[in-house]
């Protein structure tokens, strides 16, 4: 998979990353001076070279291709890795919407997530709404995507790894009283059908966001954002 993001903002997020090489339109003329400042390749385009790209997707005109995150080769490589005495490893159960997915991987990035594990089917992929959405940090979130979230979790287990999941269900635990573990693992579910109930099953820990209003839960992306900000709070 290629390395792509798109917009001006996704390229000045990058600005001082390994950017490869930049698309844009030829009337670009304030992002054609910060790249000749900062050095960078780019090659000017006629709007034709964007009109093969979806109509829904804002690409500003701005096409930024980097060089490919290789921190972790496989799920074996991250659990391996004794660099860190924390970590924190993101399991999505099913998500259906790209935007969604997108804004998980942008607030993992923001709180530290060393990797984010998704399923081959019945989960919505990488594409181009993915991309657009994470704001260029589907480039610094390694990302794994595998046939059985089980045995994946297994493998993370075995590797010392807690598992942490977040459901509505009544023997759920309020996320702020709970300790997390220096190498946790948070799943969190589909935005219809939750966490999967085998899943939920092999837990060591439930957890759930206290609602206090009259809404029953919150949007996917934003939940997460909550829980990773726990407990990166737990971890300073």
Same mark, same amino acid.
């Given at each position: 998979?290629?390395?792509?993001?798109? +917009?001006?903002?996704?390229?000045?997020?990058?600005?001082?990353?390994d950017?490869?090489? *930049?698309?844009l339109?030829?009337?670009?003329m304030d992002?054609i001076?910060?790249?000749?400042?900062k050095?960078?390749?780019?090659?000017l385009?006629?709007m034709d070279?964007?009109?093969?790209?979806?109509p @829904? %997707?804002?690409?500003?005109?701005v096409? *930024?291709?980097?060089?490919?995150?290789?921190k972790y080769q496989?799920?074996e490589d991250? *659990?391996?890795d004794k660099?860190?005495?924390?970590?924190i490893v993101l399991?999505v159960d +099913?998500?259906?919407d790209?935007?969604?997915f +997108?804004?998980?991987?942008?607030?993992?990035d923001?709180?530290?997530?060393? /990797?984010?594990?998704y399923?081959?089917?019945?989960? $919505?992929?990488?594409?181009?709404?993915?991309?657009?959405?994470?704001m260029g940090a589907i480039?610094r979130?390694?990302?794994?995507k *595998?046939s059985?979230l089980?045995?994946? %979790?297994?493998?993370?287990?075995? /590797? +010392?790894?807690?598992t942490?999941?977040?459901?509505?269900?009544?023997? /759920?635990?309020?996320y702020?009283k709970?300790?997390?573990?220096?190498?946790?693992?948070?799943v969190?579910?589909?935005?219809n059908r939750?966490?999967?109930?085998?899943?939920?099953d092999? /837990?060591?820990?439930?957890?759930?966001?206290?609602?206090?209003?009259k $809404?029953?839960?919150l949007?996917v992306?934003?939940?997460?954002?909550?829980?990773?900000g726990e407990?990166t709070?737990? @971890?300073q």
């Amino acid at each position: 998979m290629k390395n792509i993001a798109y +917009g001006k903002k996704a390229l000045l997020d990058h600005i001082d990353d390994d950017i490869i090489n *930049v698309d844009l339109l030829s009337t670009q003329m304030d992002i054609i001076k910060i790249l000749k400042e900062k050095k960078i390749n780019y090659r000017l385009r006629g709007m034709d070279f964007f009109s093969n790209l979806s109509p @829904y %997707l804002n690409h500003q005109g701005v096409i *930024v291709t980097l060089k490919q995150n290789n921190k972790y080769q496989s799920l074996e490589d991250l *659990v391996k890795d004794k660099s860190k005495k924390e970590s924190i490893v993101l399991v999505v159960d +099913g998500l259906q919407d790209p935007q969604n997915f +997108g804004a998980i991987i942008r607030t993992s990035d923001a709180f530290g997530v060393d /990797a984010i594990i998704y399923k081959k089917d019945n989960q $919505v992929q990488i594409n181009d709404f993915v991309i657009k959405s994470s704001m260029g940090a589907i480039n610094r979130v390694p990302l794994f995507k *595998v046939s059985n979230l089980t045995q994946a %979790l297994t493998t993370l287990k075995k /590797a +010392g790894y807690w598992t942490y999941i977040s459901t509505l269900s009544d023997d /759920a635990q309020e996320y702020t009283k709970i300790k997390y573990d220096q190498k946790t693992v948070l799943v969190v579910g589909s935005e219809n059908r939750g966490v999967s109930k085998i899943l939920i099953d092999n /837990a060591d820990f439930k957890v759930k966001i206290k609602m206090v209003g009259k $809404v029953q839960s919150l949007n996917v992306s934003v939940a997460t954002g909550i829980l990773l900000g726990e407990i990166t709070r737990q @971890y300073q």
